[in-house]
């Protein structure tokens, strides 16, 4: 299996496929929220750890683990 990588507008690389959500600061300043599918950046890590934990209490419910992208 071949991951998937994107990289940000700094050129950190960050893998879409990790079975997990992970945030992760980026180089060039801010947060990405990375993994199960999603890429999504936010300026602070307070609404990326919350975007996180909607995510993982969302897939815990039995919903979609792609959603919301």
């Known amino acids: 299996m071949v ?6 507008p700094s050129g950190q ?8 959500v992970k945030v ?5 300043g801010g ?3 990375h993994g199960r599918g999603h890429f999504i950046f936010f300026d602070d890590r307070e609404a990326a750890e919350s975007r996180r934990h909607e995510l993982d209490v ?10 919301p992208r």
Do not use: F, I, N
Not at 3 to 8: C, G, T
Not at 24 to 28: A, I, L, N, Q
Not at 58 to 67: E, F, H, L, N, V
């Open 3 to 8: 991951a998937r990588l994107k990289v940000s």
């Open 24 to 28: 992760t600061r980026d180089e060039g």
């Open 58 to 67: 969302y897939r815990m419910q039995g919903g979609d683990s792609t959603w």
């Open 31 to 33: 947060w990405y929220v």
């Open 13 to 20: 690389v960050y893998d879409v496929d990790l079975p997990q």
